[in-house]
């Protein structure tokens, strides 16, 4: 730009051209001065957007009442100094009032997206049944039967953090720019992107984390943390605040969400462990010598009854059900 419009203000100018009061050679110079560079075109588009609001009439602005406020600062004596004048003096006054709305519109609109804009708390609940949900990120989560995820509607810049209580396997789209993170009361689960179990029941005695893919994260209050790779457990005592990472050896700990339940030679009283979380239901022996009976069998999304009706046929036992709880 050359120095004759160094010191041109060009707010001013933006603000006389969208009220259809610039000659033409100042729509000239202005219209040169946007087609100067890229920055100067984002300005412009930034002051005309701003004046629409203004002009929208949606927000409840005294335009007058503030333009009054600031003319006491701006005519102040000490504040009037004379500079390259580009307009008349008698229409400085107007000049500023212009660049005063703008000025108040866009204060008005950072206040809306602050109060009105910001992203309300979404809630996914599973209460008698399974859910799913995909998050805004693209993030698939399966919640287990009472079972709550809270989310914000629009994620932050830097990081995507979500709330859950109960139990859910996350299917996390990767981000390395902006790590997920699970709140899960005593625990925090950080991801960049990768697939995993938690279960943060408040009843439970213990939080796990079991990895099916990728690297997790597990932070606890205490400030104790394990890094979890794919087969891998991390396990923090509510009690005693341990946090520990192990080998997972169970091979049904999603059969929850995917109803199919693998058993390989395994004792009937480690097999009910895993029937009573899917099926929701107590189990008992009458002889506890029962318990230690060899179980080598898949029940892929079979009813309750089924499955007892094969746990009888194998072993020549009898399963009867008494208020709710199956004794065999």
Same mark, same amino acid.
């Given at each position: 730009?050359?120095?004759?419009?160094?010191?041109?203000?060009?707010?001013?100018?933006?603000?006389?051209?969208?009220?259809?009061?610039?000659?033409?050679?100042?729509?000239?110079?202005?219209?040169?001065?946007?087609?100067?560079?890229?920055?100067?075109?984002?300005?412009?588009?930034?002051?005309?957007?701003?004046?629409?609001?203004?002009?929208?009439?949606?927000?409840?602005?005294?335009?007058?009442?503030?333009?009054?406020?600031?003319?006491?600062?701006?005519?102040?004596?000490?504040?009037?100094?004379?500079?390259?004048?580009?307009?008349?003096?008698?229409?400085?006054?107007?000049?500023?009032?212009?660049?005063?709305?703008?000025?108040?519109?866009?204060?008005?609109?950072?206040?809306?997206?602050?109060?009105?804009?910001?992203?309300?708390?979404?809630?996914?609940?599973?209460?008698?049944?399974?859910?799913?949900?995909?998050?805004?990120?693209?993030?698939?989560?399966?919640?287990?039967?009472?079972?709550?995820?809270?989310?914000?509607?629009?994620?932050?810049?830097?990081?995507?953090?979500?709330?859950?209580?109960?139990?859910?396997?996350?299917? +996390?789209?990767?981000?390395? !720019?902006?790590? @997920?993170? $699970?709140? *899960? /009361?005593?625990?925090?689960?950080? %991801?960049?992107?990768?697939?995993?179990?938690?279960?943060?029941?408040?009843?439970?005695?213990?939080?796990?984390?079991?990895?099916?893919?990728?690297?997790?994260?597990?932070?606890?209050?205490?400030?104790?943390?394990?890094?979890?790779?794919?087969?891998?457990?991390?396990?923090?005592?509510?009690?005693?605040?341990?946090?520990?990472?192990?080998?997972?050896?169970?091979?049904?700990?999603?059969?929850?969400?995917?109803?199919?339940?693998?058993?390989?030679?395994?004792?009937?009283?480690?097999?009910?462990?895993?029937?009573?979380?899917?099926?929701?239901?107590?189990?008992?022996?009458?002889?506890?010598?029962?318990?230690?009976?060899?179980?080598?069998?898949?029940?892929?999304?079979?009813?309750?009854?089924? +499955?007892?009706?094969?746990? !009888?046929?194998? @072993?020549? $036992?009898? *399963? /009867?059900?008494?208020?709710?709880? %199956?004794?065999?």
């Amino acid at each position: 730009m050359n120095n004759n419009n160094e010191h041109i203000d060009y707010t001013a100018l933006t603000g006389k051209y969208l009220a259809n009061e610039a000659t033409k050679e100042e729509a000239a110079l202005l219209e040169k001065w946007v087609l100067e560079s890229e920055e100067n075109k984002r300005l412009f588009n930034s002051y005309r957007q701003t004046w629409l609001l203004s002009q929208s009439g949606k927000m409840k602005v005294d335009i007058d009442g503030e333009w009054n406020k600031i003319e006491k600062i701006l005519f102040a004596e000490e504040k009037i100094k004379e500079t390259v004048p580009m307009y008349p003096k008698k229409s400085l006054r107007q000049i500023l009032k212009i660049a005063a709305i703008v000025l108040i519109a866009l204060t008005a609109s950072y206040f809306l997206y602050r109060t009105i804009a910001k992203p309300a708390v979404e809630n996914v609940v599973a209460m008698e049944s399974v859910k799913s949900a995909t998050l805004p990120d693209g993030t698939v989560v399966s919640l287990n039967k009472n079972s709550v995820i809270s989310y914000p509607g629009r994620f932050g810049r830097k990081k995507r953090k979500v709330l859950l209580k109960g139990e859910a396997y996350f299917q +996390v789209k990767r981000n390395e !720019e902006k790590p @997920f993170i $699970i709140d *899960a /009361e005593e625990v925090e689960i950080e %991801v960049l992107g990768t697939s995993f179990n938690v279960n943060a029941r408040p009843e439970s005695p213990v939080i796990e984390v079991i990895v099916n893919s990728g690297k997790v994260a597990v932070r606890s209050i205490n400030g104790k943390e394990v890094l979890l790779v794919k087969g891998e457990r991390g396990v923090f005592s509510k009690s005693s605040g341990s946090l520990v990472k192990e080998q997972n050896r169970s091979r049904n700990y999603l059969a929850w969400k995917t109803k199919k339940l693998v058993f390989e030679n395994d004792k009937l009283g480690d097999v009910v462990k895993d029937l009573s979380k899917v099926y929701e239901v107590k189990f008992e022996f009458s002889n506890d010598s029962i318990s230690d009976y060899r179980l080598t069998a898949t029940f892929d999304n079979l009813s309750l009854d089924a +499955v007892l009706n094969i746990i !009888e046929e194998t @072993f020549d $036992i009898k *399963a /009867e059900k008494k208020d709710g709880v %199956v004794v065999f």
